[in-house]
């Protein structure tokens, strides 16, 4: 687990703690960007933590979050992709018609 690397990207990093499952660690260097990389639009993105995708299209941000819930139900809940049950729980993320300034959470 990597606060503030997205999804796909390649980057060296500095393990900060080892647990039994996993690590975390901390982004010393991008080798190479997400692909869907853009300049967040928010001054405040890159020291805020309050909207850690901020600076991926907002499609590819959608996309991210789907994935994320998916592998939440599956490892955490316990479903199999492969079940039928699994897609009767999960369904599309529902993309927001306002992309920006709506969001409350400011992290300093």
Known sequence: MCDRALPGERFLGRVTRKKDNYAEVSKVKTI????DFVDAPCEYASDCGGCKTQNM???????????QVRELVVHV?????????????MK???P?????????????
């Not at 190479?32 to 692909?35: E, G, I, M, Q």
């Not at 809940?77 to 729980?89: A, P, Q, R």
Request: proline share 5%; net charge neutral.
């Open 32 to 35: 190479s960007p997400h692909w």
């Open 57 to 67: 299209l907002y499609d590819a941000q959608v996309r991210a979050k789907e994935q």
């Open 96 to 108: 927001c018609d306002i992309q920006f300034h709506y969001r409350n959470k400011v992290t300093v």
């Open 77 to 89: 809940g316990k479903f199999s992709d492969k079940d039928l049950e699994f897609y009767s729980i």
């Open 92 to 94: 599309p993320i529902v």
